[in-house]
């Protein structure tokens, strides 16, 4: 019973890190967006080390929001190799947002918050999946 | 069975707080990178205390940010010196980004809810791991 109880959760949390990859990559892929088709939506900060042209970091963006998606959709599978690749993913995630933050700080702020969410959801909650098989 | 279920938990906590850590030093690299390379980024406020060379600053982002992504792959061993490195570091991490507050304070207020992250899951969860 106690078992059965720890998998259902489980699975909820994992469902849980998946839907938030999938709004992560829309929020990404919309950040992108923004940038590529309009160069002059973002305040150019001043001078810094990451600054590329606003449209290089659009096209960041919008890569990594499609492959954020499709990993927050395999990760519905809840196998071993998704969890992982999907902690790997919100890590990549959270840390590109902290290069990008000068440009939006508050989109850059929303974006790490919910990629911090899904880390904690795969590791503290994810391992319990396995209790299913 | 009640055991084996609080040690599950634990660990998870633990990796959570390893990747949290690899995270808070990529930030505290880039925050460090972005000073060394004198970037216009950051404001020159008032005179205060801490307002050290931005280059001094520079290097110190850096460097802590190298020893807590080690430590991080160190805590992923759940051992009891990792954790408490770990424990240490994020609050010298959190200590350092409120020192920081002048020159970029949302850089410094990700960085120290992240660190208070790291210390809430090794302390809170941590010692259960000694169970497994």
Known sequence: ?133 | MEQRETSGWAIGWTYFAGFMMIVIGAFHAIAGLSAILNDDLFVLGKEYVFKFDITTWGWIHLLLGIVIVLAGFGVFSGAVWARTVGVILAMISAIAAFAWIPWYPIWSIVMIAVAISVIWALTAHGRDVTRV
């Open chain 1, 1 to 133: 019973m106690s078992q059965h109880r720890t998998s259902g959760w489980a699975i909820g949390w994992t469902y849980f890190a998946a839907f938030m990859m999938v709004l992560i990559g829309a929020f990404h892929a919309l950040a992108g967006v923004f940038a590529v088709i309009d160069d002059a939506f973002y305040d150019t900060p001043g001078e810094y080390f990451l600054q590329f042209d606003a449209s290089t970091w659009g096209w960041i963006h919008l890569i990594l929001g499609v492959v954020v998606v499709l990993a927050g959709f395999a990760l519905f599978s809840g196998a071993v190799w998704a969890r992982t690749v999907g902690v790997v993913m919100a890590m990549i995630s959270a840390i590109v947002a902290f290069a990008w933050l000068p440009w939006h700080p508050v989109m850059a702020v929303i974006l790490i918050a919910v990629a911090v969410s899904v880390i904690w959801a795969l590791t503290a909650h994810g391992r319990d999946v396995t209790g299913l098989e």
